[in-house]
């Protein structure tokens, strides 16, 4: 006796999906946990360089205040323009994600170029001494999240406008914005430490 075998017709479904329904936002989350923690290990290395020193920065000025306050002015603006990215992402409206995309390619651009005035700015050379390589290391770690965003929001704006365009693809976009959170999120408590922790103690 032959059984007719039964078929889910999915058919109808979305062929994507937003958020925690994505491996691809699982993918990230546990990126930026890793990469957290090597902030986190960064930033412990500064204050434990900190602990050994009597005065500090060691024999130096603190840095000065103008690119890094700059920077973080431009980060904290960004945040504006990358919400509206996600969320036209989410709608799948095309229009609105290219040209959010594009705002935030220029904030992008934006930073690192004033992140160069900041290194140039610093108070000291990455082989000045121990204070000198952990506040470079610190810069240095955060601006290759900040070049490698840069470079996937690129990547995806030339997508958006020369195609195939995809559902898929409006997940990267959201994804690539929830990222950027994880960008601005981290600088805060560098720039604290970087500029803010030396006028502290």
């Known amino acids: ?29 546990g990126l930026m946990v890793i990469e957290g923690m090597a902030f986190a290990l960064a930033i412990a290395a500064y204050f434990y360089i900190r602990l050994r020193n009597t005065t500090w920065p060691p024999n130096l000025p603190p840095p000065l205040l103008l690119w890094g306050t700059v920077n973080t002015l431009v980060l904290l603006v960004s945040v504006v323009p990358n919400e509206l990215t996600k969320r036209a992402a989410e709608r799948i409206d095309l229009r609105a994600v290219r040209l959010w995309l594009l705002v935030c390619l220029a904030f992008g651009v934006v930073f690192n170029v004033v992140r160069v005035f ?12 121990a204070y000198g390589s952990i506040v470079w290391m610190l810069l240095g770690l955060h601006t290759v999240h900040i070049v490698t965003d840069l ?15 995809e559902e898929k693809r409006f997940v990267d976009v959201a994804e690539n914005a929830m990222y950027w959170y994880f960008v601005v999120l981290t600088w805060l408590p560098i720039y604290g430490v970087i500029y803010w922790a030396p006028r502290l103690t």
């Open 1 to 29: 006796m032959n059984v007719p075998a039964r078929t889910l017709d999915v058919s109808g479904l979305a062929p994507g999906a937003f958020g925690h329904r994505t491996l691809l936002w699982w993918g990230t989350l």
């Open 118 to 129: 900041e290194f140039m700015s610093l108070n000291c050379a990455w082989n000045t001494n």
């Open 151 to 165: 470079v996937d929001t690129a990547v995806l704006t030339v997508l958006m406008f020369t195609g195939p365009i």
